[in-house]
């Protein structure tokens, strides 16, 4: 059981590059989230879906763009890089309540230079 | 401003003892809190929850207390061992929508 899958592990992007982070989960959770973790800090929400077509926008969706077109994906676009979005990437899931929690994946490592 | 904030940021324990660590909330609506733990390179992986209408939750070496009237959650985590080195993060769900708010984490080191 794979769970939550993000690609790539790592990725080094010049500003202004633009860049997709994939994620797909094999659970069959409606609920997906993106969160970015920076050093020290707690996750932050970026976006997240209840469900096929529906995305919502969290606390720091600045700069970022969502899609999901299927229940098992979930990319965040990022279209002109910037140094200030350098963090650590993750994908989350989770079953359709809010009251559940959510199965993480390893993230992705993201450096703007 | 509304925050969920960790008490320490580093804890260390030596091995075999019993580990608490502290988590405060403000917001008085919030009805779902989440025990993470974050191994270096990992993402967050699920340890307990505890709903707001419970005081305390047992599971597999960790209890969880909540203490509504001061805002305050605890992870206990008995016997320590060092696989259990981490940092520690709760999430809050604060009533409405489905938005999760992270603490900063607390750093565990357990000593062998």
């Known amino acids: 059981n794979a769970g939550v899958t993000q690609t790539p592990k790592f990725r080094i992007l010049k500003i202004g590059q633009s860049m997709t982070l994939q994620c797909t989960q094999d659970m069959n959770h409606n609920y997906m989230y993106w969160y970015r973790q920076d050093p020290g800090m707690g996750l932050k929400l970026i976006y997240y879906?209840?469900?096929?077509?529906?995305?919502d926008k969290g606390e720091v969706p600045n700069g970022y763009n969502v899609s999901r077109s299927t229940t098992e994906d979930f990319p965040l676009r990022l279209e002109l890089a910037a140094p200030s979005q350098t963090s650590v990437y993750f994908c989350a899931s989770s079953y359709s309540d809010r009251n559940q929690p959510q199965h993480f994946g390893d993230g992705t490592r993201l450096s703007i230079l | 401003g509304e925050s969920v904030g960790l008490h320490l940021p580093t804890l260390s324990v030596q091995e075999g003892d019993n580990s608490i660590i502290n988590c405060a909330y403000s917001?008085?609506?919030?009805?779902?809190f989440i025990w993470y733990k974050q191994e270096s390179g990992k993402g967050p992986q699920f340890i307990i929850d505890i709903r707001s209408n419970m005081d305390k939750r047992q599971g597999q070496r960790v209890t969880v207390l909540l203490n509504k009237t001061v805002k305050h959650l605890s992870l206990q985590i008995a016997a320590t061992q060092p696989g259990d080195s981490a940092v520690y993060f709760c999430?809050?769900?604060?009533?409405?929508?489905?938005?999760?708010?992270f603490g900063t984490g607390t750093s565990l080191t357990v000593i062998p």
């Open positions: 999430a809050e769900n604060r009533g409405t929508g489905n938005q999760f708010y």
């Open positions: 879906s209840v469900g096929a077509g529906i995305t």
């Open positions: 917001n008085s609506a919030s009805d779902y």
